[in-house]
């Protein structure tokens, strides 16, 4: 027998160990008098056996393992009673108990349908009733998020932060890890990255109209994929079946970018319907189509971290950048939901998403005879240079799968096809046009603005150099199939179940460029000035004209492009990495009076085929494969304990496997016998112990008091170092590459507070109040060769905040909805740019924003809505050791949003 099957074969056996028959079992819908099933998260109640279970889709619940009895059944929503009956379970028999509710009311109706109170309080009962530690965020009854993408709505949450990308937020971080740490999936099939060399995928590509809820997982349960070391990132897309006969909504919306002075639209619509055969059959179809297109742009200057600290403040160059940028995106979805009967599911999820990414940068780079001083002026190289490249990034996810239950049994399963790309397909990665001036300088080291003689200005002195082209096309694609099962029954006198499964998973990853290089350019006119546009608008000093994109395309599409290509960067920067990974689990859970105990382990084999091209110290370009194995066991055990009906005690011990990312296990690599630059693809995956401990209080409306204490230890964290020096690289200059560090700390602890204040007198018991604190500190090792001696210094893990935090002070009554939401996060160390000096390192600063939401409801279906991101104009700002040294600092100025919905049901 191999050992991948041995844990499987070992959950087999103890699913038919000890089980017992059990009595009765309970089942049902919630529905309203409208026939409304949206009633997902609903908390139904035995009251006796202190057994609880949230609906599911169209309201279901299903209450296994009953003993025969008379019970009080009770429904609640955010700790409001909306139903109690007596029921009475049967020996051997189901008892179906379809609820229905009275829609008149207005509590149910206002509160715990729609509005920022529902989202919260369907949130906080997720998290409530979860076996493991979770934080969701609930779209409202229409599938609506009152941010504008999925990064944007989860930095709300405890222990989340995001990096953003020209002042919109893409990549996630939980708890203060890495990106490329945590995991994304879509209706259960796990998302590939479209960019190259990362696993990080950015989650502005998917547009908040196709979300129905999202869900950050912390501590990883043994039937969940293991590749999350922060968090796993759950996207929920809409389902027919949470409404009953047809429903729409429709929206148009336009935006105002202040710093462009340039207006964009958007529109989305998204519905569905749920038609009821004779037989009692129900077929679900929902959709979603979304399409946003925003024009702006941002002035920028930095100087990457070129400071000279030895005993001087002088710069050795910075540059200017001016970006002229249009985003466009567009989404759609397509679900089916196919209801045999109560216990029988099939389904069908889609997801497709389109981001086109049009960016335009022009960019003075000034480079210094000699590092200078602030006012100080002297001779310096200047290239003017132009950027131009259209990006479009592509993702696509289906989900077919099923779940069934038959007596005691429940089996589920899935089959996942996703697939990533990004497709450049051509454009000018740089052309630059250079001149040497004297009477050159800057002021101020945290935002230099520059100082030059008029001779700077003129486009006539400036001469072509290079033009530089792209193409590439990367691809991500991966498949799934995963079969679970879980058997309910009774461990003495107590409820139980058991849960068995596994998973096979394979992907492939992609990369295909080609460079052109042209420096040639046979006797054409290559002054500056034949290719000049009109002055740029740039805010932050002096700048000059701009470049014209087609005078560049103009001047190469006459030149011979094959006798340009760059053969030995096209083939060094191809690859394809093959990953298959094969999972096995099997997981118990007990519940005890107040206690519920959940353990197991998982099993993970991964292999790795890794294909590329390196050139070698003579210069031929050589074929470079490798191959790399490895295995995971993976236990964990949850503890949830009832100190009360409103306070739980948590605590959580699991484990989390992370694979490099692409660029890191590279086998492409450059070597000229002085300098090389390769990856690493025999590092080791990295692997973290978590141990969480939590006490959540919940009260009210909307309301919930808690704090999680966490601790992580992280084995074989990625970094890059230089190995010139070591007994393998002795004399060569500079030998660039990753390897696996020391063990990694992070520590801290997530505090966080909601409530409605329906108790204060009108109008403020409309005020609704969330705030959360996450504050930690971590510690890792890296080392490098200096002058052939092994150095190490201790860094904070890269990307880690040492405080996080959210405010948000909400409004909603008659009608009329307002949210300020403030988000703020400390500086973190953003790269090492030398191991053997501190001094390098760059750091992004300490980031507060504000987001402004309203709206107002004309009538129940017809909405307005203004929106304000970046209300105070927080710049982006990175620094170089000490923050008055600047690496980079960006304005982009708010974004105004006015839009109009209609909603039919």
Known sequence: MTTRLKPLVLAIALSGAALVQADGQLEGRITDARGDTNYRGAVISIDELRRDVLAGPAGRFRVPQLPAGEYTLSVRMGNQL?????????????????????????????VLVVGQAA?????????????NMINAINADAIGQLPDNNAAEALQRVPGVSIERDQGEGRFVRV??????????????????????????????????????????????????????IGGSIEVESLSALDREGAFYTLRAEASYDEHTDQTSPAYALSGGNTVTFSNGQRLGVAGAFSYDQRQFGSDNVETGGKWDLDGTEALEEFEQRDYSIERERIGAALNFDYELDMNNRLYLRTLFSSFKDDEQR?????????????????????IRELKDREETQEMQAFTLGGEHFIDAWTVEYAAGFSKSSEDESGGISGAGFTGDFTDMGFNGTRKPRLIAPAAFFDPANYDLDEVEYTEGLTEDEQTSVNLDITRDFFAGNYPALVKFGGKMTRREKTQDISEYVFDTFGGAATTLDNFSGGKLDYELGDFGNDIRPDSVYALINGLDKAAALDEEASRVGDYQIDESIDAAYVMGRV???????????????????????????TGNLVASNARNDYDHLLPSLHIRYALSDSTLLRAAWSNAVVRPTFEQMSPSFTNDGLEAELGNPALKALEAANFDLSIEHYTGTAGLLSASLFYKDIKNFVYVTDLAGSPEWAGYDEVITYRNGDDATLSGIELAFSQKLSMLPAPFDGLLVSANATVSQSDASISTYDGGTLIKRDIDLPSQSDVTGN???????????????????SDYLLEVSDVADERGDIHQASHTQLDLSSAYALTNKLKLTFDISNLTDEPYYAYQHQEKYNAQYEEYGPTYRFGISYTGF
Request: charged residues 25%.
């Open 82 to 110: 909306l139903e109690q009956r007596r029921i009475v379970i049967t020996d051997n028999e189901t008892l179906n108990a379809d609820i229905l509710l009275n829609s008149g009311s207005e509590v149910v109706e206002e």
């Open 119 to 131: 989202q919260m309080q369907r949130a906080i009962d997720r998290q409530r009733f979860a076996d």
């Open 175 to 228: 708890r203060g890890i890495s990106p490329d740490l945590n995991s994304v999936t879509v209706n259960g099939t796990q998302l590939p990255a479209p960019e190259a060399g990362t696993r990080a995928v950015a989650l502005d590509v998917i547009p908040s109209d196709l979300i129905g809820s999202l869900v950050v997982t912390k501590t990883l349960t043994p039937d969940m994929d293991a590749n999350a």
């Open 362 to 382: 022009i960019a003075n780079a000034v480079e210094f005879d000699d590092a200078q001083l602030s006012g100080a002026t002297g001779p310096a190289e200047v």
């Open 591 to 617: 519940d005890i009076n107040d206690l519920r105990i959940l353990g197991g382990f998982r099993y993970e084999q991964t292999d790795l085929e890794l294909t590329g091209t390196g050139l070698d110290s």
């Open 807 to 825: 405010l948000i002070i909400g409004y909603e009554k008659n009608g009329f909805m307002l949210r300020l939401a403030a988000n703020y996060k």
